[in-house]
């Protein structure tokens, strides 16, 4: 597993999490990040990106409630999601471009998954 990913659980809406996306092999540098999501019976969508230069963007859906950041120290990419609604109910993919050190090879890669559910 190239891309380690926790934080996502049960909440009530209104509330918050955190999700993170941990690059785990030695060497590992992220460049940029995605997070995608996809919801029972939908196609997996776009929710935010995050440049190498820091640069972010996100869906309309999440504009003003979600955001993303990564630290280059930990090579580990954050969702913090505010203000939940049952509509971001979801599994949550973070995907990677990845640079590795030694050998200056550059791929992407993607995470697990995590699930996120927003009921009260």
């Known amino acids: 597993v190239q891309l380690v990913e926790s934080g996502g659980g049960l909440v009530q809406p209104g509330e918050s999490l955190r999700l993170s996306c941990a690059a785990s092999?030695?060497?590992?540098?992220?460049?940029?990040g995605n997070w995608y999501r996809q919801a029972p019976g939908k196609e997996r969508e776009l929710v935010a990106t995050i440049t190498s230069g820091d640069t972010t963007n996100y869906a309309d859906s999440v504009k003003g409630r979600f955001t993303i950041s990564k630290d280059s120290a930990t090579n580990t990419v954050y969702l913090q999601m505010d203000s939940l609604k049952p509509d971001d109910t979801a599994v949550y993919y973070c995907?990677?471009?990845?640079?590795?050190?030694?050998?200056?090879?550059?791929?992407?890669?993607w995470g697990q998954g995590t699930q996120v559910t927003v009921s009260s």
């Open positions: 092999r030695s060497g590992s540098r992220v460049n940029t």
């Open positions: 995907n990677a471009e990845i640079r590795n050190s030694y050998t200056g090879r550059i791929y992407s890669t």
